[in-house]
């Protein structure tokens, strides 16, 4: 069964300074990863969505996948505290019962001004 | 633009109460879910929609059904809920495969 980890719990950085987050999943034969975040109360808006070893860039959100290593990484290029939120991970397997979604627990990120 | 709504957002029922969550969504998607969000657990498939009348259990299905007559509705129905219900229920939509898009969330007590 897929498990899908994310680091750190919370992350507290200055506006304008690079916030990176991690995601670790547990087979390698995900074929989808995307990046949703989802502020205080509310739903989850999508962020990034990855396919492909490599990067993928949208607005200030970079998404990293290294699938040999089992990695999937987002970076937030200057942050601002309207970033405040939590990050959550989503990897999607397909198999022959169809595709599923498994999501982590999300790491909290706190953009101080 | 595209949009999930979900009805209503918050709610309080006693346990044993029938509970229903109903979500729209104008982007006429035909797979949609039901998810419920809790700390330390994150989110948890209930149901999913792959068309009108055409659902499927996902992980944790115990307590709940779904109904969906129209493929721009999907209701999450609890009969008789119990406290461990209690929690945020959300309802998302995707064309296929693709990406999901999400309601703002039903925050559900059951006392």
């Known amino acids: 069964q897929q498990k899908v980890q994310q680091s750190p719990e919370s992350l507290t950085v200055s506006e304008g300074a690079m916030a990176s987050l991690n995601c670790t999943f547990s087979?390698?034969?995900?074929?989808?990863f995307r990046w949703y975040r989802q502020h205080s109360g509310k739903g989850l808006e999508v962020l990034v969505s990855?396919?492909?070893?490599g990067e993928k860039e949208e607005g200030s959100f970079t998404a990293h996948l290294n699938r040999a290593s089992l990695h999937v990484f987002l970076h937030i290029r200057e942050p601002q505290p309207s970033d405040s939120a939590l990050y959550l991970c989503?990897?999607?397997?397909?198999?022959?019962?169809?595709?599923?979604?498994?999501f982590g627990i999300g790491t909290r990120v706190l953009v101080r001004p | 633009d595209m949009k999930v709504t979900q009805m209503p957002r918050y709610l309080i029922k006693r346990m044993g109460e029938n509970v229903l969550l109903e979500c729209g969504q104008d982007?006429?998607?035909?797979?949609m879910y039901w998810y419920r969000q809790d700390p330390g657990l994150g989110l948890q498939l209930i149901y999913i929609?792959?068309?009108?009348?055409?659902?499927s259990e996902g992980d944790i299905p115990k307590g709940y059904r779904v109904s969906r007559k129209k493929r721009e509705h999907f209701s999450l129905i609890l009969d008789s809920a119990k406290t461990n219900q209690t929690s945020v229920y959300f309802c998302?939509?995707?064309?296929?495969?693709?990406?999901?898009?999400f309601g703002p969330g039903t925050r559900l007590l059951v006392l």
């Open positions: 990855i396919f492909s070893d």
């Open positions: 929609s792959y068309d009108v009348d055409s659902n």
């Open positions: 087979d390698r034969s995900s074929d989808n």
């Open positions: 982007m006429s998607h035909e797979t």
């Open positions: 989503a990897v999607r397997m397909t198999n022959s019962a169809g595709n599923k979604l498994t």
């Open positions: 998302a939509s995707s064309s296929g495969e693709d990406t999901q898009y």
